[in-house]
């Protein structure tokens, strides 16, 4: 693969982006900055990385020179003590659940961010946000069936490489970012 067709294979992967999902999501967000909902971030391995930054971005970014205008959110992944001791005293499939048992709240959000869409740990925190009354968004690559089924509102990437997924995600991120940036605060 040369520099074009890997510029190529990134475009294809955002044009296959689903318009109506994408604007449930920033729907969303803009709802959930105005009453004051929070939104859980949680990936593993790159996605995790990818998690982490949304969280600054739709924090801290999305405010731009504003005293407010950001989400209110974290990462799951970034809660080393807390996801820790629920790995250690549950086990690390259910972490993410005791996370959003301790903190989540009924009309917060979990976005969970996985290329594969089949993490055990991510699916059942889909299953344990979905019974506590969360909203549950997944951005996934294009075998993430598993963690669609669960979501409410769900963007699936037409690519199996997981850098073009995971670039894409990014762009969603990005984009939504710039989203806030550009909407009132009421």
């Known amino acids: 693969m040369n520099y074009s ?3 190529e294979e990134n475009r294809l992967a955002l044009e296959s982006v689903d ?9 969303g ?5 105005m009453r004051d909902s929070q939104v859980f971030f949680f990936g593993n391995g790159g996605s995790a990385a990818s998690a982490s930054h949304a969280v600054g971005d739709i924090v801290k970014t999305a405010k731009g020179d504003r005293d407010s205008g950001g989400v209110r959110a974290v990462s799951i992944s970034e809660m080393q003590a807390l996801f820790t001791a629920y790995s250690n005293d549950t086990s ?5 659940s005791g996370v959003l048992h301790d903190l989540g709240r009924p ?8 290329v594969s869409g089949r993490s055990p740990n991510l699916l059942a925190a889909a299953k344990t946000a979905s019974a506590m009354g969360m909203e549950v968004w997944s951005l996934v690559g294009s075998n993430g069936d598993a963690l669609v089924e669960l979501s409410s509102v769900a963007i ?3 690519s199996q490489d997981y850098q073009v997924v995971e670039n894409a995600h990014m ?3 990005h984009y939504l970012t710039k989203v806030l940036q550009r909407a009132p605060v009421s």
């Open 171 to 173: 762009s969603l991120i």
């Open 5 to 7: 067709e890997y510029v």
């Open 92 to 96: 690390f499939e259910e972490a993410g």
């Open 156 to 158: 699936k990437i037409s």
């Open 29 to 33: 967000l803009l709802e959930a900055r």
């Open 107 to 114: 009309g917060d959000i979990l976005v969970l961010i996985s």
């Open 19 to 27: 318009r109506a999902a994408l604007q449930q999501m920033e729907i």
